[in-house]
Antibody, heavy 122, light 107 residues
Framework: QALLQESGPGLVKPSGTLSLTCNVS?????????WSWVRQSPGKGLEWVGR???????KYSPSFTGRVSLSVDKSRDQLSLELMSVTAADTGVYYC???????????????WGQGTMVTVSS | DIQMTQSPSSLSASVGQRVTITCRAS??????LNWYQQKPGKAPRLLIY???TLHSGAPSRFSGSGSGTDFTLTITSLQPEDFATYFC?????????FGQGTKLEIK
């Protein structure tokens, strides 16, 4: 079973770029699964950010489109998230998650990393 | 944007009791509905997908039902480890919206 581990700076300045990585257990990143990021904040609860396939194909939530970029580094078994022009509203726990197989019922998130807390503050 | 509304927001129940949590979508999402359990300080855990399919490893005392706009998560015979917060999530729209959560507490 895939294991996911997020990492990145815990503090980002307003208007800056939030950059996180997620290490995926070896061999899993090129499986048939998509990979997603989900944010949890006190103000907005759980929010889906977007998803990426190992080929580099992405799909973003309309709430984040234009401000977010997801990518895959297969050589490092690593997923990356970049969120630009951050504000205090982007403060929260960011989870790296695997999109499970649901027999056609859309995206369900079946494996989660432990999450990493990011605070946006000067 | 599809709004997901859970009720109640919090619930007190006893071990052994049967509990039902409701999730309502602001428009039809057919059966594109998932349920998660989250314990304090931990990541959410998938319980149910496709409104009624039990995810591998989830206990059989959890069940889901519904279609269209109204859905329920039922826990038969509550166990001590079931006290947690539960979230629904729609996978119908491009936003994959979550409900605000239902906190299940021990009575």
């Amino acid at each position: 079973q895939a294991l996911l581990q997020e990492s990145g700076p815990g503090l980002v300045k307003p208007s800056g770029t939030l950059s996180l990585t997620c290490n995926v257990s070896s061999g899993s990143i090129t499986s048939s699964h998509w990979w997603s990021w989900v944010r949890q904040s006190p103000g907005k609860g759980l929010e889906w950010v977007g998803r990426v396939f190992h080929s580099g194909v992405t799909k973003y939530s309309p709430s984040f489109t234009g401000r977010v970029s997801l990518s895959v580094d297969k050589s490092r078994d690593q997923l990356s998230l970049e969120l630009m022009s951050v504000t205090a509203a982007d403060t929260g726990v960011y989870y790296c998650v695997r999109v499970g197989f649901t027999s056609g019922w859309g995206d369900a998130f079946d494996i989660w990393g432990q999450g990493t807390m990011v605070t946006v503050s000067s | 944007d599809i709004q997901m509304t859970q009720s109640p927001s919090s619930l007190s129940a006893s071990v052994g009791q049967r509990v039902t949590i409701t999730c309502r979508a602001s428009q039809s999402i057919t059966q594109y509905l998932n349920w998660y359990q989250q314990k304090p300080g931990k990541a959410p855990r998938l319980l149910i997908y496709g409104a009624s399919t039990l995810h591998s490893g989830a206990p059989s005392r959890f069940s889901g039902s519904g279609s269209g706009t109204d859905f329920t998560l039922t826990i038969t015979s509550l166990q001590p480890e079931d006290f947690a917060t539960y979230f629904c999530q729609e996978s119908y729209s491009s936003s994959h919206n979550f409900g605000q959560g239902t906190k299940l507490e021990i009575k």
